[in-house]
């Protein structure tokens, strides 16, 4: 069987978080600061070429209240483009 696919995601602890903004000078692809100073992260899974900035990035934490988990990838999930090339061919119902 399979291994189930994952990919990396990163996740705040919003109750440990005292806002010091240092995730957002480590990772700014990812993390923008509000206008108090605390995270806001975005939703998009993270590449395999910012996994090392984020993990530095979730390590410098002075909380540690930055974490990196791996979520698994649904099954249904396609790259947008793709599914709507495969819509075009009538194939949708074969996605995975």
Do not use: K
């Not at 990772?27 to 070429?49: F, V």
């Not at 790259?79 to 949708?92: F, H, I, K, S």
Request: hydrophobic content about 45%; some cysteine.
């Amino acid at each position: 069987m399979p291994q189930p696919r994952t990919t990396t995601m990163l996740a705040i602890d919003r109750i440990a978080c005292d806002g010091h903004g240092m995730c957002a000078e480590l990772l700014p692809e990812r993390i923008d600061l509000d206008e108090w100073g605390y995270p806001i992260i975005s939703a998009e899974p993270i590449s395999p070429q910012l996994v090392g900035a984020a993990r530095r990035a979730a390590a410098r934490c002075p909380v540690l209240a930055l974490r990196l988990r791996e979520a698994p990838v649904a099954a249904t999930s396609v790259v947008p483009e793709r599914r709507a090339a495969l819509r075009g061919r009538g194939t949708a119902g074969a996605l995975r």
